[in-house]
């Protein structure tokens, strides 16, 4: 078979396995919805954790798959390594055959050298394996030692014992984990030398590289450290296709493979560069955008966007490097989306998710880069101008106030900064920065530090009690056994009254909260008559089920037999909600196209709201499309029909919502005719005609690229239409109207009070003109100033302010100041000095004499000032003031 392309090779790698009675699976979402302490799928055997533990169990027992990762911390998987070396990156594939309490060691370990040595043809002189050597009181693992030899033949100098560091795989501080045996190949010229086996080439390449990872997963790890075994000794291996693909192709790099070849062409010749490979920046440059671009595209499609928490800071941070070394390669205009197109060019063949994303993955790359350019100048420049530099031993240091702001107002991540530093020669303040950042997370309530933890107590009491099973998709009631009791965060053996507390039991009809719909609430009995409320129910860990509420009445105690009770009427409120939900979903692709990507939703009895990847807001016209699409879905009356068949099927159907979920071997699949298929756990209408009617509340911008539709079902939706016409029919009952002509009328309204204030304005100026605004009589020179004191009866402010200006210009140079009665019944001054006068006589300073008369205060710029007063019958004293004031000397 050729393998020329790394597309080849994938297929290659799962052909090969399958012939050999491997379920072939596809890869898992880089979001795991199977360990919320994971940020990212970062690792070929992420999915498949809990198989390996016994806590899930699937037909088969032999697996194979191409698992899309990430990695972007840890030991080995430095950020500021990526682009530097030649095979570090954020975004990877890694090829793994996993075996779960069948074949071990020796199967592993021929399939690694029969696949290695017969389909890829290295060259096993060029080969070396490494093994664990013992530690942590564990004994080196000769028995993978001796099979090494058996089967491959290979001189003991070719197998190396190493440490735990080396040859010890664990999945995280907790999880499966065991000793592992590692396949390197030389690359390069000369005799390898095999004890430098573990050392990675470095940026040329060459050296030893480990292409294959054998581990023995045989104990799962748990809080504490201790590692208990796991129900059957198992095989999880791990290849990165990227690696391999360079050892096939002939490569010293990952890079020069067909996986990032034709990004770095296109970014080069958007640059107007020439790639020459090399470590100079600018080809540095080319490769982080190369690499950054397949984690972007691949995010993105997945529904993650770039923003301020968690995974989308996470991306928004790789996303800026990449711009920024863009920028660095003089790339002036909009680049990265282009980049970020061609990810799915050279991938949608393996991936085909990411074609059918497309418009939304330019989009929202397009729309990051435009928002970091906007202020990625103006972050280079305040560093640029910065003059408060810490100066150390080691050199310029950019204070922490500084790198705070760059991140918080400029959007410049830490490690950015830290990239421009080293290129232009300072360090940060990484402590004072994090300082800065702890104060502005107390500040923010919407911390999310810490929403990542998972409570230690779920997860042994779920290793205890074994899976809870749910029965609600057909029940509403059952009988049960209370196997556990939990208060303030304590096991505790009877539930005290009115005190918060959690039940379990073995079986139970409440939905816990999950794929936006919210958790069942209802009764708990005992046959003693005992009630505990359970007010929502939750599934704090997979397989564990847990009922929240208070005792109500009697006593409930660990053992004790009950009945379970979901509340019908919320339930079934619910469960139209939820179909309804999916009824939009389809609507909304059907008219904005499958771009509009699924982003959340929430389904409660009383409402439902749906959250999708869009970047302008609906039109009308839209909304009344989509609500016409799903009602005519629901006066079809069709039924609500679930099966659960393998991914493969319900995938050939046109299931959507498969990108997102689990890639369990069953799935539950949830069709309203033949254009709502979606995978889907959540409890549902019998048919679509339960919904009885549906109507969009609201449309609405919520972050970047999401927007969020509210909408009403049922009852809830007739009142929402019964209030809307309530108002109609009010608004038309003051308009002497009926609601089918108010638009008229209302529209005849405007007309006539747009003419209104036509006509009040040419009033308005008649009146400042005309013979009863004639005050000339009453203005008075003196020693050169004409000076105008004057009562007259404009009530608004505008008026009086343009008559007294009109006066001043007449008089000039003048001082006017004008009194009136407002329409509220108080004293109003306003007076004016000509300009030229105001080194003499100040406006602010004249008006406090005359506005102290109707016992006001009042102030201004020289030129103009106005007062108020409670006494409007002494404004003709008021007024008067002002010509002895004037008479007097300049002030
Ligand atoms: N889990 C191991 C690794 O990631 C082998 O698949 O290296």
Not at 53 to 71: K, L
Not at 137 to 165: H, M, S, V, Y
Not at 178 to 200: A, F, W
Not at 227 to 248: F, K, Q, W, Y
Request: net charge negative; with cysteine; proline share 4%.
């Amino acid at each position: 078979m050729s393998l020329s392309t790394s597309h080849e090779l994938r297929r290659a790698f799962l052909d090969y396995f399958q012939a050999e009675n491997h379920e072939v699976v596809h890869s898992s979402a880089l979001v795991p919805d199977n360990d919320p302490t994971l940020m990212f799928t970062n690792a070929g055997m992420v999915p498949f954790k809990d198989v390996f533990t016994g806590n899930e169990h699937r037909p088969y027992v032999r697996a194979t798959s191409s698992q899309r990762c990430i990695r972007i911390s840890g030991k080995h998987n430095d950020l500021e390594n990526v682009g530097v070396t030649a095979r570090h990156h954020t975004f990877f594939e890694m090829l793994g055959n996993f075996s779960f309490g069948d074949y071990f060691k020796e199967q592993a370990i021929f399939y690694a050298w029969d696949f290695v040595t017969r389909i890829l043809d290295l060259d096993p002189s060029r080969l070396a394996v490494t093994v664990f050597g013992g530690e942590r009181n564990l004994a080196a693992d000769t028995d993978a030692e001796d099979l090494w030899k058996k089967i491959t033949g290979l001189p003991d100098a070719r197998i190396q014992r190493f440490g735990a560091d080396d040859n010890f795989w664990q999945m995280g501080d907790v999880g499966p984990c065991g000793p592992c045996s590692e396949m390197h190949v030389y690359l390069g010229d000369g005799e390898p030398d095999p004890r430098l086996v573990n050392q990675e080439p470095g940026a040329n390449g060459r050296g030893w590289m480990e292409i294959w990872n054998l581990v023995f997963m045989q104990f799962d790890r748990d809080e504490g450290g201790v590692m208990r075994p796991l129900p059957a000794p198992s095989i999880d291996t791990g290849a990165g296709l990227e690696r391999l693909s360079a050892v096939v192709q002939g490569r010293l790099s990952n890079y020069d493979t067909d996986l990032f070849r034709p990004l770095i062409q296109l970014a080069a010749e958007l640059a107007q560069k020439t790639y020459h490979g090399s470590q100079s920046a600018d080809d540095v440059s080319l490769r982080v955008i190369a690499d950054h671009a397949r984690m972007t595209a691949f995010l993105i499609a997945e529904g993650v966007f770039p923003d301020r928490d968690g995974r989308s800071y996470v991306l928004r941070r790789v996303m800026r490097r990449a711009i920024r070394h863009g920028h660095r390669l003089g790339l002036e205009s909009l680049f990265f989306h282009r980049c970020a197109s061609k990810v799915i060019d050279i991938m949608k063949d393996a991936y085909p998710e990411l074609a059918e994303r497309r418009p939304v993955i330019e989009e929202i790359t397009q729309q990051e880069e435009m928002r970091f350019r906007r202020t990625l100048d103006r972050g280079l420049e305040l560093i640029a101008v910065n003059k408060n530099w810490t100066e150390t031993r080691d050199g310029k240091v950019l204070p922490a106030a500084i790198a705070f702001e760059l991140y918080d107002t400029f959007g410049f991540p830490l490690d950015l900064q830290q990239t421009i530093g080293a290129e232009q020669g300072f360090s940060v303040d990484e402590a004072g920065f994090n300082e800065h950042m702890q104060q502005a997370r107390e500040r923010s309530a919407g911390s999310k530090v810490g929403d990542l933890k998972v409570d230690a107590l779920y997860q042994s009491l779920a290793r205890e009690l074994g899976r809870v099973d749910f029965v609600g998709y057909e029940d509403e009631t059952a009988d049960s056994q209370v196997l556990a009791l939990l208060s303030s965060g304590v096991r505790v053996e009877i539930c005290e009254k009115g005190q918060p507390t959690e039940v379990v039991t073995r079986v139970t009809p409440f939905y816990a909260q999950a794929g936006g719909q919210v958790g069942d609430r209802g009764l708990i009995r005992t046959e003693q008559g005992a009630e505990f409320e359970v007010t929502h129910t939750e599934r704090p860990v997979e397989g564990l089920i847990v009922h929240h509420g208070v005792l109500k009445s009697g006593t409930l105690k660990q053992g004790d037999r009950v009945r379970l009770e979901v509340d019908h009427a919320l339930r079934h409120a619910t469960r139209c909600n939820h179909s309804a939900t999916h009824l939009l979903h389809y609507a909304l692709r059907k008219v904005l196209g499958p771009q509009a990507v699924q982003k959340g939703s929430l389904v409660a009895p009383d409402r439902l709201r749906f959250d999708y990847a869009a970047t302008r807001p609906l039109s009308s016209d839209e909304i009344r499309l989509i609500e016409t699409l799903v009602n005519a879905k629901i006066l079809e009356n069709a039924p609500v029909t679930t099966e659960v068949l393998p991914y493969q099927g319900a995938k050939d159907r046109g299931a959507i919502g498969i990108f997102e979920e689990k890639y369990g071997e069953m799935v539950r699949m949830l069709s309203m005719t033949d254009e709502s298929i979606e995978l889907c756990g959540g409890t549902h209408a019998s048919r679509t005609g339960d919904i009885g009617l549906f109507k969009v509340l609201s449309d609405s911008g919520l972050a970047a690229g999401v927007r969020r539709l509210e909408a009403a079902t049922g009852e809830r939706a007739l009142a929402y239409v019964h209030a809307l016409e309530e108002e109609l029919s009010q608004a038309a009952t003051l308009l002497r109207a009926t609601p089918q002509t108010l638009s008229d009328k209302l529209a005849r309204h405007v007309e006539q009070h747009k003419q209104l204030a036509k006509d009040v304005e040419t009033l308005r100026r008649k009146l400042l003109t005309g013979p009863q605004t004639d005050l000339s009589a009453q203005a008075k020179d003196l020693n050169g100033v004409r000076v105008l004191g004057a009562v007259v009866e404009i009530a608004d402010l505008d008026s009086v302010r343009e008559l007294a200006d009109q006066w001043r210009d007449k008089l000039a140079p003048a001082i006017v100041l004008l009194g009136t009665t407002t329409a509220d019944g108080k004293a109003l001054l306003v007076c004016t000095v000509s300009k030229e006068l105001t080194t003499r006589f100040r406006a602010g300073t004249l008006i406090k004499h005359a506005a102290a008369v109707v016992g006001g205060k009042g102030g201004g710029r020289p030129d103009f000032a106005q007062a108020g007063g409670p006494e409007p019958s002494r404004l003709a004293e008021a007024v008067a003031q002002i010509y002895a004031l004037a008479d007097k000397t300049a002030d």
